[in-house]
């Protein structure tokens, strides 16, 4: 079955670079959630959507920025990256999570790493 | 503040015997109780879900056991195997449309043979 999809993988960037996380959430799934994992930390969440329209929001600093296309894919772009933005994040996906008890479904994730 | 919180931040069991992962919350709002089981450089899975509804609900090895006077539960995998090995994570989400998930810190659960 198809999951949700991360990429890239693994990121190593710069301080004060900018870098643009992707998620391709599962066929006909409506919803796409934004966590960030510090290391020994738990999941925070940053930001969702719903059909496109930015749905719920957490603790997503200023510099960072996330949209969700036609198609439901969704991107988290960040600039001005700082060594503290290191971090995994995950994307998860879900089908009316919030009207029918279901799961949301996550990533692999992608590790982010500011050099 | 943290409103899911997973008090033990490691479980060491043999395999074979009954594994118990608690998690209380202090936000009565939850309706909806996740636990995730996550290994090292993979997203967090899905195990199992309880809805505040329910005091219980079983699948397979896993059983989750809510007690909302408490705002407490508990996950029991039995018998515990080596494959159980993971970080499992607690969750809960806000009743009245917000969608998000609200995470404890984890335990880590190790499964000796």
Redesign the interface.
Known sequence: AAG?I?SPRHLIKEKRETATLKCYPIPRHD?V?W?QQGPG?????LI?F?EKMQ??K?SIPDRFSAQQFSDYHSELNMSSLELGDSALY?C?S?SL??IA?T???????T?LTVV | DQQVKQNSPSLSVQEGRISILNCDYTNSMFDYFLWYKKYPAEGPTFLISISSIKDKNEDGRFTVFLNKSAKHLSLHIVPSQPGDSAVYFCAARVQGGSEKLVFGKGTKLTVNP
């Open positions: 949700v991360q919803t959630y966590y930390q738990d999941p925070q969440f969702s719903y749905s719920d957490g995950f998860a879900s999570f919030w008890n799961e949301a479904f996550f990533g692999q994730g590790r």
